[in-house]
């Protein structure tokens, strides 16, 4: 089955900073790969995703990569805002290509004034 | 679009207690989620519905849990009895389509404690 492994754990950067969030997964059939933004006390929601046949995709300050040799994908966000901190997810299908999604451990990102 | 609506939002409960969590899914979506947060786990799948048939509940800790869905617009993920250790959030989520790469969406959660 899928495992999806998430790095770092936590991230503490100054406001106008990048931010990196990086993930890989175990499973070489995994098609989509989404990221999910956790506010305190909130539900997890879909900020951007990707699907397995581009390299990247944009939206405004935030930006996906993935890798399909390596089998990781990456979350970049620039010009870093104190109201993007949050507890930020990455997730990959489970095996068997339903939309079940195993989910990394999640990274948590404090953006400072 | 009202979201994925979930009940009760909050819930404290003694162990030994049974416990109903409710789950509404968006209209039209025919893939319903289970999952929990805890601290030490993450965000856990526990079952997966598709057209109200249970599809996996692998995720499932033990046989105290059970989950069902008897129409397209209602679930019930139940714990009899509870125990402590079940404290966490349960969220409900949705999906349009049960094939890979179509949005999940989550409801607000609903917050378990259990002593």
Redesign the interface.
Same mark, same amino acid.
């Given at each position: 089955g899928e495992n999806v492994e998430q790095h770092p754990s936590t991230l503490s950067v100054q406001e106008g900073d990048s931010a990196v969030i990086k993930c890989t997964y175990s499973d070489s059939a995994? %098609?989509?790969f !989404?990221w999910y933004k956790q506010e305190l006390g +909130? *539900? !997890?929601? $879909?900020i951007i995703?990707i *699907?397995s046949n581009v390299g990247e995709k944009k939206d405004q300050r935030i930006a996906v990569t993935l890798n399909k040799t390596a089998k990781h994908f990456s979350l970049h966000i620039t010009e870093t805002q104190p109201e993007d901190s949050a507890v930020y @997810?990455c997730a990959a !299908? +489970?095996s068997g290509?339903? %939309? +079940? $999604?195993? @989910?990394?451990?999640?990274t948590r990102l404090a953006v400072h004034p | 679009d009202a979201g994925v609506i979930q009940s009760p939002r909050h819930e404290v409960t003694e162990m030994g207690q049974e416990v109903t969590l409710r789950c509404k899914p968006i209209s039209g979506h025919n893939s319903l989620f289970w999952y929990r947060q805890t601290m030490m786990r993450g965000l856990e799948l526990l079952i997966y519905f598709n057209n109200n048939v249970p599809i996996d509940d692998s995720g499932m800790p033990e046989d105290r849990f059970s989950a069902k869905m008897p129409n397209a617009s209602f679930s019930t993920l139940k714990i009899q009895p509870s125990e402590p250790r079940d404290s966490a959030v349960y969220f409900c989520a949705s999906s349009g389509q049960q094939f890979s790469g179509n949005t999940i969406y989550f409801g607000e959660g609903s917050w378990l404690t259990v002593v």
């Amino acid at each position: 089955g899928e495992n999806v492994e998430q790095h770092p754990s936590t991230l503490s950067v100054q406001e106008g900073d990048s931010a990196v969030i990086k993930c890989t997964y175990s499973d070489s059939a995994s %098609n989509y790969f !989404p990221w999910y933004k956790q506010e305190l006390g +909130k *539900r !997890p929601q $879909l900020i951007i995703d990707i *699907r397995s046949n581009v390299g990247e995709k944009k939206d405004q300050r935030i930006a996906v990569t993935l890798n399909k040799t390596a089998k990781h994908f990456s979350l970049h966000i620039t010009e870093t805002q104190p109201e993007d901190s949050a507890v930020y @997810f990455c997730a990959a !299908p +489970k095996s068997g290509g339903y %939309n +079940k $999604l195993i @989910f990394g451990a999640g990274t948590r990102l404090a953006v400072h004034p | 679009d009202a979201g994925v609506i979930q009940s009760p939002r909050h819930e404290v409960t003694e162990m030994g207690q049974e416990v109903t969590l409710r789950c509404k899914p968006i209209s039209g979506h025919n893939s319903l989620f289970w999952y929990r947060q805890t601290m030490m786990r993450g965000l856990e799948l526990l079952i997966y519905f598709n057209n109200n048939v249970p599809i996996d509940d692998s995720g499932m800790p033990e046989d105290r849990f059970s989950a069902k869905m008897p129409n397209a617009s209602f679930s019930t993920l139940k714990i009899q009895p509870s125990e402590p250790r079940d404290s966490a959030v349960y969220f409900c989520a949705s999906s349009g389509q049960q094939f890979s790469g179509n949005t999940i969406y989550f409801g607000e959660g609903s917050w378990l404690t259990v002593v």
